[in-house]
């Protein structure tokens, strides 16, 4: 029963997984698109050039810092789910769009990357009752639990700073 109880907690919207097993995410460097172009252009290009290889979660180009913020940077970050997506997306390195090359390098994550969840847990006394679960399993996992941050108990009335009117010249 009580195995059934955290795989309903994990069920959501018809779909047995929250976090996408390791193997199905993936990520790459793009290179090669027009940094003159506005972001969001260049988002929607890419997004289009790279649909077809699975399903793209993010695409983030960071504006140059150098240049003020008003230029892409010459990288860009495409992020997949889906088998074998980034595979797919390395087989258009090299390809046109929009009249340039792009190209395409798988960009890994650590192999311990999905060692490790985090999850907000909310209720009365919670901060107590959360650390009867460190040590026990769950879905063939032992969970090892801490407290971060417990709840701010005021003891004192939150006032509301107002400033002062200017004064009036007479």
Known sequence: MERESWRK????????????KFSDAGRI?????DTG???DDVATALKNHFSRCGMITDVSIP???AKNYKILQRCGYIYFVGEGAVDKALQLNGSDMGGRNVSVE???????????????????DVADKVTELNGSHMGGH??????????RIPTVHRRQHRQRPPPTLP
């Open 29 to 33: 460097i793009v290179t090669g698109y």
């Open 106 to 124: 798988a960009y890994p994550y650590d192999e311990d990357a999905n060692d490790s969840a985090g999850a907000m847990i909310y209720g009365k």
């Open 63 to 65: 504006l140059d810092s």
């Open 142 to 151: 032992k969970l090892a639990v801490r407290v971060t941050a417990k709840p």
């Open 37 to 39: 172009l506005p972001l």
């Open 9 to 20: 907690g994990l069920k959501r919207k018809g779909r047995e997984r929250i976090i996408p």
